[in-house]
């Protein structure tokens, strides 16, 4: 024992100095600096990779130590990365670390240098750092080329949102150098005179192909070249969403995930991202194919417990969902199949399906959607193999579409897709009498009805309504009624009935059936009940009606009333408890009148017209203005009127007239007020507030002035559109009594006129006979025609005249005539001489037409001065003058031995000769050169007389005791012709 005691003793004493001893070997070899240091550079990861080794450390042992590792850029003194490195460090070892730079590292020169400390807990406290590393230097500057501009990073890759910095490198100092991204000019910080660098936060993604960032290098104006690079700017890798896994036959598993945004870039710089399935369970692993869904193979042992882990990964980023399920809550059946309908009818069928066989008693759950009308019903059934499922209560002549789904009863995971099929139940005759409504309209011995009715909804005609049947039956002579067959889609007719009452029934019918009968009776009185029209004001939600419940039983109400534009007539039936309505419909148009007729049915079904209303949905300003005239318009006042303007076409009720004046005093009548117009100026208004009013008196003007007015209604929405003001100008004030003078003279003018025209053939053969052919007097018997036979002037030579009768006034002034020198007295020229020429005693014995004629031919300068009337003649020649002529010449020379020698010198200007014919006849003339028992000539037609003024003598003005209405001057060469 005391040996045992002995030995423990050295043992432990021997165990103490070794550990002293070995202590005092590290402290003297400790710090253990790390030597050997050496940096390479990844330009691509931009970063530098480093490795060293630590000298002194026992054989075969193993400590804890920490490395402190610093970075420099540029200078020594910039150090812009501290960090410590842990690790466990054997004998021998070379270690290595690597640190990733911001900055590429074609940008600067960086420095590196590393110390350690001894972390381990089998050396006692205190521990203290070793003594830093001589600096390492990498420059990478020194390969880039003979180029004079670099831009660095090359082709990096960044995800979106990343920070990133970009340099360049100058090799002349002298160039301005200018950096763009995507065209955009970016500034930057001058690291030193050959570098800068330019830090992008949050670079956005632009296009897959990458970002272009380059930089220009120039002096002055000229460019020095231009370098470039291309970012790569990646989408941010997603974690997969709704990862799931469900299996249709317990042989596969099919998983499926929404893989969000794809990664992928341009030029295979990066692919799309990856996915792996990952079971822990089983420790299998699966690279899948496809980005969003994935099988996994169900092996046959008895694994129900499945626990997945989906990676997605890519260049920059892994992401990992996980899911752990039972196999058996996870079924997915396969869709029903095999739709089909048996024993269809109008209100019944039976669906029958089949599904897919999992395993035994194996129990589905199956749900039945049945759709048609604008309805939905659902109905759940459980099935082990096949499934059949009764419908009823269904419509008759409706298409439905039935369709069917299921899932596992036992854990229910989802439906299966929907299986479905059309199908459609059989007619049946229709369920419902059809709405029926008339228009009466009474005329003298007769009614004609107009018949109405509204198709039957699909609901109710079960079927399509093939024809309508209307029963007319006279209730004054029941054995009388007429039907009618009207074919679909007809709905209306017209009868023509006499003063009888008539019950019309009205049914339709389909294939199968009819249906009930819609009965309506129309009274032998005449509908000419008059009833007070009402106004009423519509709203965007319609009418609203209401009206006096009708005295006694009645069994219902109908309101009708026409849709614009088709007028066609509308009803709608009301109960019999109700006395109000609302007529709402999607045809209410604004600015249209709309009439509303309230009846009542009685008992007998006849109809009473109770009440009427008007009214407009939306009223609107007046649509045109009035024909406006003017009338009495005098010096201070007119009258404005416009009765031909029709207030019922309107898109409103017209409550009125604004009247509108102007005039240049600008000041406002009595009972004007002053108004602006929509364009600034201004003007008087009056407002008329009775529509039916439509003139107005415009008094207290003056006269003399313009003035300028127009006329526009007003309802309810406004007046109606501006117009052009029309113009009017007061008169004078004395100019309506000159009027009033003026007018009935020309009244009494133009109806002298008028009597005139109308008398004009009367009056000129009264006073202008129409002038005779010459060629059919006597006196062209006397004539010599000289050269052409047919000529038609007659000339002075060519006829001897039968007599001349001298005419002559007592005048001063003498002219020679004939050549004569003898001058006449006044005493001698107071009555008329007369020459005459007798005819032979065979023309006098005979009694002929006297003519008288007058020729301006003779001498047209003359023409226009003579003028015609009856000459004076002796109904006989006197005693001295009873000798025969038988020649021209034995005139000329009895009018030379007569007359001529003794008329000498007579007065100029009152002397006239006065050819009067050989035929003629006496009429009365100077009583001392005429018998006392004259024979009366018979009826002799009178020409004027032809005229014929010397052109060297003045005309002599008549005299009032002339008789002569033509004066023929002779010429007195022309005397002896």
Same mark, same amino acid.
């Given at each position: ?236 890798? $997603? ?148 499934? $059949? ?11 439905? !579409? ?170 709608? +039936? ?162 309506? !009594? ?151 010449? +034995? ?50 037609? $009178? ?30 060469? $022309?005397?002896?012709?």
């Amino acid at each position: 024992m005391a040996l045992f005691v002995v030995f423990q003793t050295t043992f432990f004493l021997t165990l103490l100095s070794l550990r002293t001893y070995q202590s005092e070997v590290l402290a003297e070899r400790l710090p253990l600096t790390p030597v050997s240091l050496k940096v390479s550079t990844n330009s691509i990861h931009q970063s530098l990779h480093l490795q060293w080794t630590v000298h002194n450390l026992p054989y075969h042992q193993e400590l804890k130590m920490v490395f402190q590792i610093q970075i420099s850029r540029i200078e020594t003194s910039n150090v812009v990365w501290v960090g410590n490195y842990s690790t466990t460090v054997k004998w021998n070892q070379v270690l290595h670390w690597s640190w990733e730079s911001e900055l590429p590292l074609e940008c600067a020169t960086h420095f590196v240098r590393i110390k350690s400390v001894i972390d381990d807990a089998s050396f006692p406290e205190p521990n203290f750092w070793s003594n830093w590393s001589s600096w390492e230097e990498v420059s990478v500057q020194d390969s880039l080329g003979r180029g004079t501009l670099f831009v660095f990073p090359k082709d990096k890759l960044v995800e979106e949102g990343s920070n990133v910095t970009i340099c360049y490198v100058s090799r002349n100092i002298q160039n301005n150098v200018s950096c763009y991204l995507e065209g955009k000019q970016i500034h930057g910080e001058q690291l030193d005179p050959h570098v800068t660098a330019f830090n992008l936060n949050s670079v956005p993604f632009i296009r897959n192909r990458g970002t272009n960032i380059y930089c220009e290098a120039s002096q002055g104006n000229v460019s020095k070249g231009i370098e470039g690079i291309v970012l790569f700017v990646s989408k941010v890798l $997603e974690e997969p969403k709704d990862f799931s896994c469900e299996s249709q036959d317990f042989k596969t598993l099919h998983c499926t995930w929404d893989p969000g945004t794809d990664t992928a870039l341009g030029w295979s710089k990066q692919p799309s991202q990856s996915y792996t399935l990952f079971e822990s369970f089983s420790g299998e692993k699966k690279l899948c194919t496809h980005k969003n869904w994935c099988n996994w193979q169900i092996t046959q042992d008895s694994q129900e417990m499945y626990n997945f882990t989906l990676i997605a990964e890519n260049y920059l980023r892994k992401r990992s969902v996980n899911i752990l399920f039972n196999l058996t809550h996870r079924v997915y059946l396969m869709n029903p199949f095999s739709v089909n309908f048996e024993n269809v009818n109008a209100t019944n069928a039976i669906m029958t399906w089949k599904v897919h066989s999992m395993r035994n008693n194996f129990t589905y759950l199956c749900q039945i959607e049945l759709h048609g009308e604008g309805k939905m019903m659902q109905y759940d059934v459980s099935i082990n193999v096949n499934g $059949e499922y009764f419908l009823s209560e269904l419509e008759p002549a409706t298409e439905y !579409m039935a369709r069917v789904r299921c899932a596992d009863a036992s854990h229910f995971w989802k439906w299966t897709e929907w299986s479905g099929q059309n199908f459609t139940t059989l007619e049946a005759a229709p369920s419902e009498a059809p709405d029926v409504w008339r228009s009466v309209n009474s005329e003298p011995g007769n009614h004609t009805v107009t018949l109405f009715w509204k198709p039957l909804s699909k609901l109710h005609a079960n079927g399509k309504i093939l024809f309508y049947n209307v029963v007319v039956e006279n209730l004054d002579k029941p054995s009388r009624s007429e039907l009618r067959s009207i074919p679909a889609p007809a709905n209306s007719t017209k009868l023509i009935l006499d003063r009888c009452s008539y019950q019309i029934c009205v049914t339709a019918n389909n294939s199968v059936g009819t249906s009930p009968a819609s009965i309506i009776v129309i009274s032998a009185d005449p509908e000419n009940k008059e009833v007070e029209e009402e106004r009423i004001a519509g709203t965007e939600g319609g009418f609203s009606l209401s009206w006096k419940p009708q005295p006694g039983d009645v069994i219902g109400y109908v309101v009708d009333w026409c849709d614009h534009p088709q007028d066609v007539l509308q009803w709608k +039936n009301v109960g019999p408890n109700t006395t109000s309505t609302v007529i709402s419909t999607d045809a209410f148009r604004p600015g249209v009148r709309y009439d509303f007729r309230i009846y009542g049915l009685s008992t007998k079904r006849i109809a009473c017209l109770l009440e009427k209303k008007t009214g407009y949905s939306q009223e609107l300003a007046p649509s045109d203005n009035p024909h406006v005239l003017v009338d009495m318009l005098t010096s201070h006042s007119f009258t404005l009127s416009w009765k031909d303007y029709s207030t019922e076409s309107q898109p409103g009720f017209i409550q009125g007239y604004h009247v509108y004046l102007k005039s240049k005093a600008r000041q406002c009548h009595p009972r004007f007020q002053k108004a602006v117009l929509s364009d600034g100026s201004e003007c008087c208004k009056y407002k008329i507030d009775n529509p039916e009013e439509k003139a107005l008196i415009v008094d207290n003007l003056k006269p003399e002035s313009f003035y300028e007015f127009f006329v526009t209604p007003f309802t309810s929405a406004g007046e109606g559109p501006n117009a052009t003001f029309t113009k009017v100008t007061t008169p004078d004030e004395h100019s309506s !009594m000159l009027i009033r003078i003026l007018l009935p003279m020309v009244f009494c003018v133009l109806l002298i006129m008028i009597v005139c025209y109308l008398k004009s053939q009367w009056i000129k053969e009264t006073c202008y006979p129409d002038i005779p052919d010459p060629y059919k007097s006597s006196i062209l018997s006397l004539i010599k025609f000289k050269e052409n036979p047919h000529l038609t002037i007659m000339n002075v030579s060519d006829c001897i005249p039968d007599a001349i009768e001298v005419v002559s006034k007592p005048e001063g002034t003498k002219i020679q005539l004939l050549g004569t020198r003898k001058s006449l007295t006044e005493t001698e020229l107071t009555k008329p001489n007369y020459l005459y020429l007798l005819p032979t005693e065979k023309n006098h014995s005979g009694s002929g037409p006297c003519i008288c004629f007058e020729n301006f031919t003779y001498n047209q300068a003359a023409s226009d001065a003579g003028s015609c009337g009856h000459v004076p003649v002796p109904p006989k020649a006197p005693p001295s003058m009873l000798g025969l002529m038988t020649s021209p010449e +034995n005139v000329l020379k009895a009018l030379e031995k007569n007359y001529m020698n003794s008329l000498g010198e007579v007065p100029a200007g009152e002397t006239s000769l006065n050819y009067v014919s050989q035929l003629a006849s006496p009429m009365s003339g100077d009583k001392d050169s005429l018998p006392t028992n004259p024979v009366e000539p018979p009826h002799c037609s $009178e020409y004027k007389m032809q005229m014929a003024v010397p052109l060297r003598l003045a005309l002599p003005p008549p005299t009032e005791n002339s008789s002569l209405s033509s004066i023929t001057l002779l010429d007195p060469g $022309e005397h002896y012709r």
